[in-house]
Every structure is written in C-alpha cells, then in structure tokens.
C-alpha cells in the first residue's frame, strides 16, 4: 500500500514502524513520526497510544515535520519544548470539533492529544473557562440545536447523530443548557424563523 508523502515524508520501513510500536528510544535520532489523523509528530520512543499505520508519516527531523504543518506532541516533546498551551487547548477543541459524535472521555482526549489527563483538565478549564465535559456537551447541544431547527430528523436520531445514546439523558441536559426541552426549542424557534 503506497502512503500518501508530504513534501520531506521518507517511506515507512518495516524497521521503523516495529520502532514505533515498541516506543524504541534508540531510534529517537534517526527519524520523527507523524500522525495525520491527529496532525501531530513525535519521537519513535512516545509512549502514546500506536497510531494506525496507514496514517504515518516519517521525517528526518523535527523541521521538516513542522514544515508540513505537524505540531510537536505534548507528552515526548520531540523538538525538546513543550506545545504552548493554547495551541494545545485549540488541537483539542479541533479534535473535539471533529469527533464530538464519538464517546470522548478525558482518557480519550488526553491519549489523542498527547498529554495526561489531569493536566489536559486543568490545562482546558484554565484556558476556556470550562472542563472538557462541558465542552463536549456544548458542542453537542449547540450540534443539535441546529438539526432541530434545519430538520426534521426525530429528537432521538438527533440525539443519537450527536454522540448521545441515551436520549432521556439529551433531553435533560437540552433542558439544563438551554432553558428549553428540544420540542420546545423545536417549536420556537421554527416560528420565529417564519
């Protein structure tokens, strides 16, 4: 299977993806990875999760993984800083933005994003003004207020289409956010738009 190249990106050996996989920290200076699903590049020795090799690209160095628009991972810091944090609130509120129909808990976050959960926490709390859980929960409320005004998709497709299976769970928390349940926000905001 031929991977996509980017401008710099070298062929993925059997070699080096056995590197990744094992987090080998003696490849550390031979080659930096890139994860395009994420958008972010990291050292062989990264303990994140594996990513999924057709989404791997390799680099030489870590110039010419920035060139190609990666950002530095938070946990192995490759270009031996750290990501300033709201470049990496921004990547997580993109990834958020991205996979809010998906089940995303701080785990799931953190390991995407390449950080611990604790410090995504506080991290996403200082710099938003709210914790992840409610970020996701306001996407998802803000995602289905639109469906419930541009369709006519049922409150349960609704709720499932924004990453919420249980439905008296969306209502309730519909309610909590917006003051309304989503009949009645359906409702009203369907006649003033007449």
């Known amino acids: 299977m031929e991977m996509e190249n980017r401008v710099g990106s070298e062929p993925l050996t059997e070699e080096k993806w056995q590197a990744i996989l094992h987090n080998d920290a003696n490849y550390n200076h031979q080659f930096f990875y890139a994860v395009k699903s ?58 958020i933005e991205q996979n809010y129909i998906e089940k995303l808990t701080l785990e ?49 497709d609704i709720a499932l289409s924004v990453g919420m299976s249980n439905t008296p769970y969306f209502i309730t928390l519909f309610k909590k956010k917006s003051g309304f349940t989503p009949a009645q926000y359906r409702q009203l905001n369907r006649k003033t738009e007449v």
């Open 38 to 95: 994420t958008g972010i590049f990291c050292k062989p020795s990264c303990k994140s999760r594996p990513p999924k090799k057709e989404n791997v690209l390799i680099f030489q160095n870590a110039e010419e993984a920035i060139s190609a628009h990666f950002r530095p991972c938070k946990r192995c810091k490759p270009t031996g800083e750290r990501l300033p944090d709201q470049e990496w609130i921004a990547q997580i509120i993109q990834y």
């Open 108 to 156: 799931t976050l953190a390991e995407a994003c390449h950080g611990s959960p604790y410090h995504l926490h506080r991290t996403f709390k200082r710099i938003t003004g709210v914790t992840p859980v409610e970020y996701i929960q306001l996407t998802r409320i803000n995602k289905a207020k639109e469906l419930l005004i541009k369709t006519n998709i049922t409150i349960v």
